[in-house]
């Protein structure tokens, strides 16, 4: 554990060799490739907590230039402002308030680019320029003043990503679990545990759950890409003060994440990115103890002595199930009892392994063990980071981003893991292989919506897997079995749907079985069938035309045109889930343009 990993280190002779390979692809008129070289730079510069660095302030100013040059004006302006705060060079301060005037311009400020071109014409007395060229800047700058607009205009805060993630909210939540709308109702019963059904009928595309988790984790391969802490992606991220593989979107992430679990894990990021742990979902173990001090677990060691399944449900409790509350997540199940020996010897082999971790940040202090044999904290750590990786892999879900290519329409994109959570209230829905609610990554975060509509009484469904019209039933049953301990009994698996591509794709393919019309209406079943056509073709064009919202309008009257003449399955059902689910990505969640290759 005390194997050390210099490449992965804060290095300024590796910060100083990757500036200057992106100044040279910079030069060459390669604005990606520099990017990704300064952004490379800003990572392995050292500097303090206060932000102060030689090699960080260059970094950042160079990464300025050719955000400008890109016309991502407002980054630019974040780069400049930390690059002065790093400790600017004052001999090329001129430089950077130059870019400043003219980032602010472009931005529509005028009133503050003059301010920013006066700062210029008093830092260049420190330039290391002999008067002649001193003298020729100050009126090229004074030329930029005297051709600024005189008429008022707009001012801002230009703070590159620090807008925070706004979440869609639930106009009328639940009582007892407020991460559910009110139209949940949440149940219990032995050998179904925890679930929830419609308290009243609801909408196609209603939003029925939003929560923010607890606890989360980047995967190691955007780690360095994407913000740790929120999960969005940056062109111009900003570094971890104390290591080189993580970054964040904004100082407001940099800030959440240093004041919890961030300065704990940094101190061993080098060993743990050399693990091999393939269940990325037990790093969420970790996570859950770093994001508190030690106190905290020996302040309420009785609260985790037993496991409780009906947790929130309790006849006698009236309080809140609160997503943060660390006891919601500890009485997840976790099926303790179902898992082979064999599996136990590995969790406890990652528990020491994560326990070894914490004792090389100092996570224990003076409880931490002297030699090979744990201390009683330790232990109860271990202990605790054992139970979370059982609930971990029986309740966790992936994190995604939707990601398509410049000028592409969004639903030729693709929907790709980033990262993992725990979320408390939104996994207490059962599962089903043609679930009935649509879950949307925003940030970190998940909201929930209705995929169809759902009638009074009806189970609200989720699905931990893939759905019937990707997997086969003959895969996915064995699949759920050996990984949630649980075989599926929803409609899909107990008629054995088959996938998409042999599902029924046409009226005439339609069985006698799933026609929802006698013989007197089929008059009108030719016009029904018109209906159906015409609809799609319309929510299509919209669609292509990236009008999603106007697509989306159209659904509700889709579906309620197919269902009155076939049940499910069909792909025409399987179309409009999938489709409204892109639209309701591109609506709400993370999503992101990648250059075409």
Not at 47 to 53: A, L, N, R
Request: aromatic letters at 10%; charged letters at 25%; hydrophobic letters at 35%.
């Amino acid at each position: 554990i005390n194997a050390e990993a210099p490449v992965l280190r804060k290095s300024g002779k590796r910060s100083s060799q990757l500036r200057e390979e992106g100044n040279k692809a910079y030069m060459g008129k390669r604005n990606e490739q520099a990017l990704k070289l300064y952004t490379d730079s800003v990572r392995f510069a050292p500097y303090t907590g206060e932000g102060k660095g030689e090699e960080l302030g260059l970094a950042l100013a160079n990464r300025s230039a050719v955000l400008a040059q890109v016309k991502e004006f407002r980054l630019a302006l974040q780069d400049i402002s930390l690059a002065f705060l790093a400790g600017y060079p004052l001999d090329l301060a001129y430089k950077l308030h130059e870019r400043k005037a003219k980032c602010l311009k472009e931005l529509g400020d005028c009133e503050n680019a003059e301010l920013s071109a006066k700062e210029c014409i008093e830092a260049i007395t420190e330039a290391k320029l002999d008067n002649e060229k001193k003298e020729k800047f100050r009126e090229n700058v004074k030329k930029f003043m005297n051709d600024l607009p005189k008429e008022p205009n707009a001012t801002g805060n230009y703070a590159g990503n620090e807008s925070s993630i706004l979440l869609p909210r639930i106009s009328t939540p639940n009582m007892q679990f407020p991460a559910f709308s009110d139209a949940i109702e949440l149940k219990y019963e032995g050998g179904r545990g925890r679930f929830g059904v419609a308290s009243r009928d609801i909408k196609l595309g209603e939003l029925i759950c939003v929560e923010k988790p607890p606890v989360f984790y980047l995967h190691e391969e955007t780690s360095g890409v994407n913000c740790s802490n929120c999960f969005r992606e940056s062109i111009a991220p900003l570094p971890s003060p104390t290591c080189t593989q993580t970054v964040f979107c904004s100082r407001v992430c940099q800030t959440e994440a240093m004041a919890t679990y961030h300065v704990v894990e940094s101190k061993f990021m080098d060993v743990l990115f050399q693990h091999g742990l393939k269940k990325k979902e037990w790093f969420l173990a970790l996570r859950a103890v770093t994001l508190k001090p030690l106190s905290f677990f020996l302040e309420n060691v009785d609260k985790y002595e037993s496991h409780n399944p009906d947790h929130g449900l309790e006849k006698t409790s009236m309080d809140l199930y609160k997503t943060e509350d660390f006891s919601s997540l500890y009485n997840l199940v976790g099926h303790h009892e179902m898992w082979e020996w064999r599996d136990h010897a590995y969790k406890a082999f990652f528990a020491l392994f994560f326990v070894r971790c914490l004792q090389k940040s100092n996570y224990f202090g003076a409880a931490q063990s002297k030699d090979f044999q744990l201390s009683d904290e330790e232990l109860l750590v271990g202990s605790l980071m054992i139970h979370v990786m059982e609930v971990a892999t029986m309740n966790s879900h992936e994190i995604g981003q939707m990601e398509a290519e410049r000028g592409q329409n969004w639903l030729l994109g693709q929907t790709v893991p980033v990262g993992c959570a725990l979320e408390p209230t939104l996994v207490l829905l059962n599962h089903a292989c043609d679930p009935t609610m649509i879950r949307v990554n925003i940030g970190v975060s998940t909201a929930g919506f209705a995929s169809r509509n759902i009638r009074k009484g009806e189970e609200i469904t989720d699905c931990y897997s893939w759905p019937f019209d990707i997997t086969k039933y003959e895969d996915r049953s064995p699949d759920l079995l050996k990984k949630y301990k649980f075989q599926c009994g929803c409609i899909a698996c107990k008629e054995k749907w088959v996938t998409f591509h042999d599902l029924p794709r046409s009226f005439n393919d339609v069985p006698d079985d799933k026609i929802n019309f006698s013989p007197e209406d089929l008059p009108h079943v030719q016009g029904k069938m018109m209906n159906v056509q015409k609809l799609g073709s319309k929510i299509n064009q919209l669609q292509q035309k990236d009008d999603f919202d106007g697509a989306m309008s159209l659904y509700g009257e889709f579906n309620a045109a197919i269902q009155q003449l076939m049940a499910p399955p069909h792909q025409f059902y399987v179309i409009a889930r999938r489709s409204y689910a892109s639209c309701l990505w591109v609506k709400y969640g993370n999503k992101i343009r990648r250059d075409n290759n």
